[in-house]
């Protein structure tokens, strides 16, 4: 059986005088890019240059939504009721889908940011919400969420199409979970390392938790992250290397 996944990346998240991560390196080696929509990250300007960036290279674009937030960059928790994280789901996708219609194409997937997702990730009423937005702006939207999580449960009971997503850089407790970012053994340094934790994601649907277990995971997304020091070299390497194991590097397809 012909192994696929698609390769995505947090993009548009420069703002202002200031520029963050390698959008325009990084786009050749992804397939789906996520654009941040302005409260946690980005603007309208950079909105717009993204767009333009993502259909120059063939790539899917999605929507980035996060916590008004920009201080703090969207990893901050907020204690929003499920109203209120509907309403700023819908308002971040409504103002990326306007740069996207005036070009003629259309949005592609949604995926949260930061604390918006990993909160979703557990809680069932903040999936719900961000489910129902994305259900209420675009039927044909593909929501991404953790592999495994309450995101993806929610997602489907909408009837939407949902993307597992994996991570390369970060290491897994028992239960299937990111380790915690302010645990020493969160992220996975060597690019090595991590490339082979995502070959086998893709081809066994198993990761080595931090204590050693091995954990089912499904695995249809593979998120890389652009604003790291080795952010391109690190991009190259995965796709290279999935490319050695014969794991086709492709977007989602959308609903018919």
Known sequence: MLVKIDINCDMGESFGAYSIGHDQEIMPYITSANIACGFHAGDPDVMKRTVHLTMEHGVKMGAHPGFQDLAGFGRRNMALSPEEVYSLVVYQIGA??????????????VKPHGALYNMAASNEEMASAIAAAVKDVDTSLILYGLAGSKLIEAGQKAGLKTASEVFADRTYTREGMLTPRRLPNALIENTEEAAAQVVRMAKEKKVRAIDGIDVEIQADTVCIHGDGPHALSFARLIRTKLQEEAIEVCSIAMEE
């Open 96 to 109: 990326l889908q306007a740069f996207v219609n005036i070009e003629g194409t259309a949005l592609h997937h």
